[in-house]
């Protein structure tokens, strides 16, 4: 059975900043590009990032303008989400996503972070 | 960036019935290699989204046939037919053709 298990989340104050893994398990980790969706409160799904296969190739929504950082370690089937310089606006439920736009789309069941002073 | 337009934004819908959610996007998804890069996402209260349907008319694994996508230029659609209690949620059309990946607004489907 196919899993994708986010943790991480929490609550962080303005500028402060949280990391979020995302633990796969079921499939073969290493062979799918895996992405970052949130959805804020009250409104609709917002891709964050995307990593390629071997972890060599990302790409960020303009919004996080340096800020996050996607990586994965295969070894460990694992991807995270590196979020600096939190802002009130990125508060949101995160989710990890493996193969967004392709056949194999599947969604964890995502981690809620809250960015509030 | 890819502006992914869908319509309604509320769906009240007698269950047994059909419904239609039409996304618009403002360029062709059309990649050269001949995929469509249109998928439907559905969220249901208290769950995370799932994928519906990809490259616009395909549907993902174990989701009944009574969803099925069309597509005509930059124009889809997502039809349910007999809508069941078990459809209630928020529809999201969306483009993985180029970065940043956009989503339609969602359309929330209840049950009259």
């Known amino acids: 059975e196919v899993q994708l298990v986010e943790s991480g989340g929490g609550l962080v104050q303005p500028g402060g900043s949280l990391r979020l893994s995302c633990a796969a398990s079921?499939?073969?980790?290493?062979?799918?590009?895996m992405h970052w969706v949130r959805r804020a409160p009250g409104k609709g799904l917002e891709w964050v990032s995307r990593?390629?296969?071997?972890?060599?190739?990302?790409t960020y929504a303009n919004f996080v303008e340096g800020r996050f950082t996607i990586s994965r370690d295969n070894a460990r089937n694992t991807l995270f989400l590196q979020m600096n310089s939190l802002r009130v606006e990125d508060t949101a439920v995160y989710y990890c996503?493996?193969?967004?736009?392709?056949?194999?789309?599947?969604w964890g069941q995502g981690s809620l972070v809250t960015v509030s002073s | 960036d890819i502006v992914m337009t869908q319509s309604p934004l509320y769906l009240p819908v007698t269950p047994g019935e059909s419904a239609s959610i039409s996304c618009r996007s403002s360029?062709?998804?059309?990649?050269?290699?001949?995929?469509?890069?249109l998928d439907w996402h559905v969220q249901k209260p208290g769950q995370s989204p799932q994928l519906l349907i990809h490259?616009?008319?395909k549907r993902a694994s174990g989701v009944p046939d009574r969803f099925s996508g069309s597509e005509s230029g930059t124009e889809f659609t997502l039809k349910i037919s007999r809508v069941e209690a078990e459809d209630v949620g928020i529809y999201y059309c969306?483009?993985?053709?180029?970065?940043?990946?956009?989503f339609g607004q969602g359309t929330k489907l209840e049950i009259k």
């Open positions: 360029q062709s998804l059309l990649h050269s290699l001949g995929k469509i890069w």
């Open positions: 490259s616009a008319s």
């Open positions: 079921g499939f073969a980790f290493k062979t799918y590009w």
């Open positions: 996503v493996r193969d967004l736009g392709g056949q194999g789309g599947y």
């Open positions: 969306m483009q993985g053709l180029q970065t940043p990946y956009t």
């Open positions: 990593i390629n296969e071997d972890g060599t190739y990302t």
